[in-house]
């Protein structure tokens, strides 16, 4: 069982940046494909950022493209998502979740591990 939290949100200024952790308890993520999706009030869950399986093939939507960026560290316990250029469009919960294998799927309904979200905030 997989057991994801995150941490690092907060209230920023525009233009500002962040860094979102996703921190697994009870195992590695080596073998976990890792997607980060977010959800502002009123409207649905959408994909943000996600990483296949190996570490590699990472992928954006494209409103954060250039601006936010995935990574995982070598202990294979903690995925980042570094979030720069922050705008009040950026408003919303963010979640890390993971699927076993394969790569970082676009719809939210392919993952098995979810995380409990954390609140990030942009200000104008």
């Known amino acids: 069982q997989v057991q994801l939290v995150e941490s690092g949100g907060g209230l920023v200024q525009a233009g500002g940046s962040l860094r979102l952790s996703c921190a697994a308890s009870?195992?590695?993520?080596?073998?976990?494909?890792m997607g980060w999706f977010r959800q502002a009030p009123g409207k649905e869950r959408e994909f943000v950022a996600g990483m296949h399986w190996s570490g590699g093939d990472t992928r954006y939507a494209d409103s954060v493209k250039g601006r936010f960026t995935t990574s995982r560290d070598n202990t294979k316990i903690t995925v980042y998502l570094q979030m720069n250029s922050l705008t009040p469009e950026d408003t919303a919960v963010y979640y890390c979740?993971?699927?076993?294998?394969?790569?970082?799927?676009?719809?939210?309904?392919?993952?098995?591990?979810w995380g409990q979200g954390t609140q990030v905030t942009v200000s104008s």
């Open positions: 009870g195992c590695t993520l080596d073998t976990y494909a």
């Open positions: 979740a993971a699927r076993q294998w394969g790569v970082a799927a676009f719809n939210d309904k392919e993952y098995d591990y």
